[in-house]
């Protein structure tokens, strides 16, 4: 697993702990989630709905802010308002 899909993993795995501690919270609302792209130093947050999060992981994708998409690990499935739904290979 090379080092930019190791840290989307990384950011991931951090985004579903907060999605467990918010459903503990039975938080409904806007969630923040971490830009799950392939730059490592990326912290960028998004804010997207719990429906929208569950629905995008169920399906196996992973967000990223427009434009922060690398074209050569993944393509986006699906574009939103100031977020893209991507699919890795």
Do not use: W
């Amino acid at each position: 697993m090379g080092v930019q899909r190791g840290v989307q993993y990384v950011f991931r795995a951090a985004n579903e702990r907060l999605r467990t501690r918010l459903e503990g919270l039975t938080y409904r609302g806007r969630q923040p989630v971490i830009c799950e792209c392939s730059d490592p130093d990326c912290m960028e947050v998004l804010d997207l709905t719990h429906e929208e999060y569950t629905l995008l992981r169920d399906k196996g994708h992973f967000v990223v802010l427009r434009g922060h998409d690398t074209p050569a690990v993944e393509s986006i499935v699906e574009s939103r308002d100031d977020y893209d739904i991507v699919d890795k290979f």
